[in-house]
Structure formats: structure tokens, C-alpha cells
């Protein structure tokens, strides 16, 4: 015990201690003591800052003496205070800021409180003056209110007295010879006699307000009537100036007068110029009878009137015009019916829109005679060219000339302007109807002549010949292609030992057509290999759908697909009896296809409703009527009255859709075809099956037992199996390079034969299951007759050595592809 606190008063001694500090634990302190040194810097004010400033001296002083641990506790306290000093100098600081200005509110609170004690004393003393004022003010203002009422009864006596004298000076100002209706005289008379007749027709219980009614009306008569004659006049001016031009021609030659007035800047300025010259006269006049036309019907009668003489006298200047200017377009383009349709159209779409642009210029009221007037001046245009239009025989010039009026004339134009533009549109439709009825009428005969009428000349039935040529000419091509690519790889490999000259001429010298020259389609799906009548109808479907509306489109469609479907079936019959049955069938499948595949597009529908007559029960009627004949003369049950009411024919509808003809043709042309090939497969088979069939429920008969003889031969039922046998191997490839040369549509192809397949194997599984009920081992051994699996595996290894050879050539073309990316 006396160790320990001899030890404890040992440890922080000066010299020698027991525990003294590490200069690590030093260089820490001092860091604490700079830290709170800054933060009293900052924090202090400028008092603050001098302490610090000595006590920072005295650390330092102190610094270098701590060597023990009282010091360090000591100066540790130091530290400690002046940083709580520091840390809480700021709010010091805010304390006395707040009661600096508690001290401040409190002083003002005060002088409010002297202030409202003044304010109420100075409202007592405004409530005394104003109660006085207020009197004083009263009394003025009833003062002041008599006076404006006799001052107000002086004045109205004055105003209708005004009303009155008034009308004498308006009708001998309207005497004056001098008077012009545009001068500033004639636009205060016109304004005095409107009000004056409006106050009279407000105050007519006044003393002979009546009769200076009387006078106004007829002095406002004499004034529309001068307007009138006035505007008559300047458009009379005008239109004498277009039909005359004296004043153009008078310093030129007859030679030349042709020539300028021929010109279209003069014909513009001629027609269009004059009477804009005379605009800025009448103008004034016409906004002040548009005015006064809401409100007075005299002046909506005016206004009627100048609008149709404006009509009139427009007319009279442009229609001769118009004419001739389409005549001389008709000269120009004779023969070329859709430039002489574009052009005329456009002298019309332009007269149009100028027409209606110097009509609003003279008059901003609508008027019902504008479009009358600019349908009467398109006429000429319906005039001129519907003579051309019935006479066109040209389907392709009839379908331009449909597109023209309703795409570029109707869409884009009139559309886009159809109020100034109604007339102009009223009349293209009926110059489309009419190109539409005769591009209708051509159709008809077209399909009559060129599709049911088509004699097919020898070079289109050339079937498989001609896809066969094609054929070979494409694989030449692609070979072509291919040695191409590959001698372009091999230069390109090169690359490396050329300099950069001889690289941009060789890939200048690169053909770009060559991927386009190679054909990688079949034959068949090219459009020139199609049969003429299927190119015909389509061409002449795709012509219609543009030009004609849906329902008529509906009706010729449905008549075209039907005329073209047997056209296919006289072409298939035609190349039946020149080549095979196979491929006739083939033909046929294939333009049906086609067919069907190019009528999808068109956005219509194909079903037409077709109405027919029901004489069912007519012979029934008729037999009930031999029955009843001694009823026929009876009034009651009168047989013949039954007669006419059961046996009258019944109206019948039904809808007939020319897609689902088409449909039906095809799965009737595809079942024939998978029939006509499993009889080629397995007809010994099938003609076997049936002989016995045959032969079983006969039993003693001479016939029966021949067929048995034949059936119960185990060899000759050999024979027939190798037969058919021999038959899937030899024509079963020619069949499928057939399906493949007609259809080339692998999945196609899969379609039709894959029911093939499957009758060709139900044949072999009905023989094979009359063999093992009919014949023992030893039989079934010598007939050897393949199983059904081995049918099947057979068809399949043909089906896919035939889709080898296919993706060989569809390879090497990808190889080629390949090539061209290298490149």
C-alpha cells in the first residue's frame, strides 16, 4: 500500500517520472490547442481577440513546460473554457441584440398609444364637419338636378324640332345637279335620312310624324336609286373597256392586236385589271350598303341586285373568253386526252379561284348567285370535254383520266377549297361520273374480248416447256452470278498488294446490277409467265379500284373473277390434251392461287347480292289446280283464286362472294390433283383392291372366279406390288420437280402432298391387311408387300432427297451472299 502511493506521487514528476508523455501524445495536444484557438479566433469579438491573443501567448509559454500530468490537466481545463467561451460567444451576442429591441417595442408601443388618443380626438372633430357638409352638399345637388331637368326638356325640344326642319334641306340638297354619290354631301344626307327615319318609326305618335316619314322614305328611295345607277354605270364602264379595248389597240397594228390580246399577262390585266381599276371608287359605297342591308331590306334588296349585275357583267366578259381559251387547248393537245383534261381543268380551277378572290373584293356579304355563276362558267368545261371523254376506248387513258378529276381535281384541290371552288367541284363530278360509266362500259366489253373472247396462241399453252426454258435460264444467270462474285472475292484478296489508284478503279469496275440480274424467283411467280387472261384481269381490277366507286368495283369484280376462272379451266383443259393431265392441274392451281393471292389487297367486299325467281311451287300449284277442276268456277274455294295465290313464283336472295368462288375452285382443283396423283402412285394397287372387293360377295359366278384366280395368286399380286413399287420410284421425283417447276412454294408443295402421302399409304394398309386375312407365310413372303412405315419412310426419303437438292442450290446462293459481304 505504501508502494502504491509512493508510485502515484512518482509518476508525473518533472524528472525522472514514472509514466511521462510520448512526443505523439505532445503533437496531439497541440493540435487540440490549435484547433481551439482558431475556433476562438472566429468565433470572438474584437475584445475577445486581445484575451485570446494572450492566452493563446501563456499556452505557448506553457506549451513547452507540460511535462507532467497536473500540467496537462491544468492546461487541459484552459483549453476547455475557451472553447466554451467561444462556442457560446454568439449567443451572448443575440441575448442582448434581444433586449436591445424589447426595450425599442416597448417605446413604440407607446407612441402608438399616443397617436390613437390624437386620431380619436380628430375623428370626433370630422364627424361634426361632415354632418354639416354632407347638408350643405344636398341642398346643391337638388339645385344642381333641376337644372339638368329644364335644360335636358330645352334640349329634346330642340333635337325634334331638328328632326323635323330637317326635311325640307335633305330633299333640295338631293335636287342639286351637282351631287355625286361619292361625296362627303351625299354620305351625310344618307346618314341624316337613316337616323331621321329611324326616329320617326320610334316616335310615331308625334304630331305629323307621319307624313315627314313619307318624305324620308322617298328621299332615301332617290338615294339608293342614284347608288344604283352609279354602281351600273362604273361596272357598265368596265365591261366596255374589257369587250372594247380601244384604248390597248389604238396605237397597234391589226397584226399586233392579235398578238397582245393573245398574250396571258394582257388577258389578266384585261379581265381582271379594269375592274379592279374601278374598285377603289365603288368600294366605299357598296361597304355602306352591306352596312345597312342587316338592318333595312331596302338596302338588302340593293345589294341583291348590284350582286347579280356584277354576276351578269362578269359573265359577259369571261364566258366567250373561257370558251375559247378550252378550244384552243383542245387544238393543242388532240389526242392527248389526259394533258387536255389536266390543262382544261386548270384554266377552269384558276378562273374559279380568281372569280371568287374579285367577287369578295367588291363585296364581303356572301351571295347564293356566286356559285351559280362559277358553276354556269364551268359548263363550258363539261361542254368540252365530255364529247372526248364517251369516245376514249383506252382503259389506261379512262383510268388516268378517273384519277385526274377525283385525286389531283376533287382531293387535292377542291377539297382543300371547296367554297370558292363548289361550282368548279359540281362540275368534275360529273365528268368523273361520266368517265367512270364509260370506263365501266370498256371494262365490260374488255372482259368479253379479252378474257372470255382470248384465243390462246400456241407459245402460252407451252406448258411445262416454257417454265422449264425460264428455268434454265435463270440457273445460267445465277451460275453467271457466281463466278462473278467469286472473281471479285479473289481480286479483293489482293487488296493488300495494290496500291490505293488500282483499289478505287477496281471498285469502280464492280458491277452493282449483278445482284439484281440474278434471278432467284421461280419462273412461275414471274408476272410475264402468267397466263394473259389472269395479267388481263388483274391489270383491269387494279385500274377499277382507283376509279370506280365500291359497289360498281363489287359487281365487275365479281363478274371479271369469274370470267377468269374459266379462262384457267379452258387453258387447263387446252394444255391437258397438248401435255399431261398433271400438268394442266397444275397450271390450273397454280393461277388460282395467283388469283387469289392478288385480290386480297383490294379493301372491299367481294360478296354481291343477287335476286332470282322460285318456281318450286308452281307445279305443285299447278297439279292441285288439275285437281280441284270442279272447283273453278265456285265462289267459294275458288281453285283458280289458290292457283295464283300458292303458285306464284317467290322472289329469292342469295349472296354470291367471287373470293369463295375462287376458294372452291381451288379445293376442287387440289382434290382432283391429289387424286389424279394417288391413282398415278398406286393404280395397280387400287384396281387389285377393287377386283377383290368385287369378287367376294359373288360367289358361284363364271366372272367371280376368274377375278379369284387372279386374286389368289400369290406372283401376279407380287408382280402388282413391284409395279406399283416401280411407280413411286420413277414418277413420284417427276411428279414433286413438277409441283416444284408449277407452284415453287415449298410449303405449297407440303400441302398438297402430304394428303398424297397419306392415300398412298392408306392404299398399302388396306392391302396389307387384306394379305394377312387372306394368305398364310409362306405366300405373304413370296408377294412381299412393304408395310405401311416402309410406304411412309419411302415417300419421305424422296420428299427429302428432293428438299436436299433444293437447299443445295439455296445454299450455294448463300454462299454467293456470303462472297458479296466479303467484298
Known amino acids: 500500500m505504501d508502494n502504491i502511493s509512493l508510485n502515484l506521487t512518482k509518476w508525473d514528476l518533472s524528472e525522472n517520472g514514472l509514466a511521462p508523455l510520448s512526443q505523439l501524445q505532445k503533437d496531439k495536444i497541440n493540435n487540440l490547442e490549435e484547433a481551439v484557438l482558431q475556433l476562438d479566433l472566429v468565433s470572438t469579438n474584437s475584445n475577445n481577440n486581445d484575451n485570446s491573443k494572450i492566452s493563446e501567448n501563456d499556452n505557448k509559454e506553457s506549451k513547452d513546460k507540460i511535462e507532467a500530468y497536473r500540467q496537462l490537466l491544468s492546461h487541459y481545463g484552459v483549453l476547455e473554457a475557451n472553447y466554451d467561451a467561444a462556442k457560446c460567444s454568439r449567443y451572448f451576442n443575440y441575448l442582448e441584440q434581444l433586449k436591445q429591441r424589447t426595450d425599442e417595442c416597448h417605446s413604440l408601443c407607446t407612441l402608438i398609444e399616443q397617436a390613437l388618443e390624437d386620431f380619436s380626438a380628430l375623428s370626433k372633430q370630422y364627424a361634426i364637419v361632415s354632418v354639416k357638409t354632407m347638408t350643405l352638399h344636398n341642398a346643391t345637388e337638388q339645385l344642381i338636378s333641376e337644372q339638368e331637368k329644364l335644360n335636358s326638356t330645352y334640349n329634346n325640344i330642340v333635337n325634334y324640332v331638328k328632326y323635323f326642319k330637317e326635311a325640307h334641306f335633305i330633299m333640295d340638297k338631293l335636287e342639286m345637279a351637282n351631287l355625286s354619290v361619292r361625296s362627303d354631301v351625299f354620305m351625310q344626307l344618307t346618314n341624316t335620312i337613316d337616323t331621321n327615319i329611324d326616329f320617326m318609326e320610334a316616335n310615331i305618335g308625334f304630331k305629323e310624324a307621319k307624313t315627314y316619314l313619307i318624305k324620308y322614305r322617298h328621299c332615301q328611295s332617290k338615294v339608293i336609286s342614284m347608288m344604283q345607277q352609279w354602281i351600273h354605270d362604273l361596272l357598265d364602264q368596265a365591261t366596255d373597256s374589257i369587250l372594247n379595248p380601244s384604248e390597248l389597240t389604238s396605237n397597234l397594228k391589226e397584226d399586233d392586236i392579235n398578238k397582245v390580246l393573245g398574250s396571258a399577262d394582257t388577258a389578266l390585266a384585261l379581265f381582271y385589271g379594269r375592274f379592279q381599276r374601278i374598285l377603289p371608287k365603288i368600294k366605299l359605297i357598296i361597304d355602306l350598303i352591306e352596312k345597312r342591308s342587316a338592318t333595312n331590306r331596302d338596302y338588302e334588296n340593293l345589294l341583291n341586285e348590284c350582286q347579280q349585275y356584277y354576276l351578269m357583267k362578269r359573265g359577259l366578259v369571261l364566258d366567250t373568253s373561257v370558251r375559247k381559251g378550252l378550244l384552243s387547248i383542245k387544238d393543242s393537245y388532240k389526242g392527248d386526252h389526259c394533258s387536255l383534261v389536266r390543262q382544261a381543268c386548270a384554266l377552269l380551277l384558276h378562273a374559279s379561284i380568281d372569280e371568287y378572290r374579285l367577287f369578295y373584293q367588291f363585296f364581303s356579304v356572301k351571295s347564293t348567285g356566286l356559285s351559280d355563276y362559277l358553276e354556269g362558267l364551268c359548263n363550258a368545261l363539261y361542254d368540252t370535254l365530255r364529247p372526248s371523254i364517251i369516245h376514249i376506248n383506252h382503259l389506261e387513258t379512262l383510268a388516268e383520266i378517273c384519277c385526274i378529276l377525283r385525286i389531283e381535281m376533287l382531293e387535292e384541290h377542291v ?189 372491299v367486299d367481294f360478296t354481291v347480292k343477287e335476286y332470282s325467281l322460285d318456281f318450286s311451287q308452281v307445279k305443285t300449284a299447278a297439279y292441285g289446280l288439275l285437281e280441284k277442276r270442279s272447283r273453278l268456277f265456285t265462289l267459294s274455294n275458288n281453285a283458280l283464286l289458290e292457283f295464283f295465290l300458292e303458285g306464284a313464283p317467290r322472289m329469292k336472295e342469295h349472296l354470291v362472294d367471287s373470293r369463295k368462288h375462287v376458294d372452291v375452285k381451288l379445293k376442287l382443283s387440289c382434290q382432283q390433283f391429289i387424286q389424279h396423283v394417288t391413282r398415278l402412285l398406286v393404280e395397280p394397287i387400287t384396281t387389285l383392291l377393287e377386283k377383290a372387293k368385287s369378287s367376294k360377295p359373288i360367289v358361284n359366278a363364271e366372272n367371280s372366279q376368274a377375278s379369284n384366280d387372279q386374286w389368289n395368286d400369290p406372283q401376279k399380286i407380287a408382280a402388282i406390288v413391284n409395279e406399283s413399287l416401280r411407280f413411286i420410284k420413277f414418277r413420284l421425283p417427276s411428279i414433286q420437280q413438277s409441283m416444284q417447276l408449277y407452284l415453287a412454294n415449298r410449303e405449297t408443295e407440303f400441302i398438297l402432298f402430304r394428303p398424297i402421302r397419306n392415300n398412298v399409304v392408306g392404299v398399302y394398309t388396306q392391302l396389307y391387311q387384306l394379305l394377312q386375312s387372306t394368305f398364310d407365310g409362306e405366300q405373304l413372303l413370296l408377294i412381299a408387300c412393304p408395310l405401311p412405315e416402309q410406304i411412309s419412310i419411302m415417300l419421305s426419303s424422296t420428299s427429302l432427297a428432293r428438299a436436299h437438292r433444293s437447299d443445295n442450290r439455296e445454299s450455294n446462293d448463300a454462299s454467293d451472299n456470303s462472297v458479296d459481304k466479303v467484298t
Open 415 to 603: 377539297q382543300n377549297n371547296s367554297e370558292c371552288l363548289e361550282g368548279f367541284g359540281n362540275i368534275c363530278l360529273q365528268l368523273l361520273h361520266d368517265a367512270q360509266e364509260r370506263l365501266v362500259f370498256r371494262a365490260h366489253l374488255y372482259l368479253q374480248s379479252d378474257v372470255v373472247g382470248y384465243n390462246p396462241s400456241p407459245g402460252d399453252l407451252a406448258y411445262p416447256e416454257k417454265l422449264k426454258m425460264m428455268e434454265d435460264i435463270a440457273e445460267t444467270l445465277r451460275e453467271e452470278t457466281r463466278q462473278r462474285k467469286y472473281s471479285n472475292a479473289a481480286a479483293t484478296m489482293n487488296h493488300d498488294y495494290t496500291s490505293s489508284d488500282a483499289r478505287s478503279s477496281q471498285i469502280s469496275s464492280f458491277d452493282p446490277m449483278s445482284k439484281k440480274s440474278s434471278l432467284n424467283n421461280s419462273p412461275a411467280d414471274m408476272h410475264g409467265m402468267w397466263y394473259p387472261t389472269v395479267r388481263r384481269t388483274l391489270v383491269c381490277l387494279s385500274r377499277l379500284y382507283r376509279c370506280v366507286d365500291r359497289p360498281v368495283f363489287q359487281s365487275l369484280s365479281r363478274e371479271a373473277i369469274t370470267l377468269c376462272v374459266e379462262s384457267i379451266e379452258s387453258a387447263r383443259d387446252k394444255i391437258t390434251s397438248r401435255a399431261t393431265e398433271l400438268d394442266g392441274q397444275l397450271f390450273q392451281i397454280k393461277h388460282l392461287l395467283i388469283l387469289r393471292e392478288q385480290i386480297a389487297p383490294f379493301q
